[in-house]
């Protein structure tokens, strides 16, 4: 996703944040494997932190990773 656009960009980060809520395994392996946008992916983790069905022991493991990406 090579956009600019503020709403393009959302709306990739909430289809990748809906994407980890059902398929957990296969979209880390993908965020972390692919060329993900910073902005998009940061995004994308702030919507999963947020979302009401992760456990908390998910919720707390993608707050490690976004520090991660953030100090990167």
């Known amino acids: ?13 909430w289809l990748l944040s809906l994407c980890y809520v059902r398929y957990q395994k296969e979209t880390e392996k993908a965020l972390k494997s692919a060329p993900v946008d910073q902005w998009i992916l940061q995004k994308a ?3 999963i932190i947020e ?3 992760i456990s908390p022991e998910t919720r707390e493991k993608i707050r490690r990773w976004k520090k991660e990406v953030r100090n990167k």
């Open 51 to 53: 979302s009401k069905r």
């Open 1 to 13: 996703l090579n956009s600019t656009a503020y709403y393009t960009k959302m709306a990739a980060a």
């Open 45 to 47: 983790l702030q919507k």
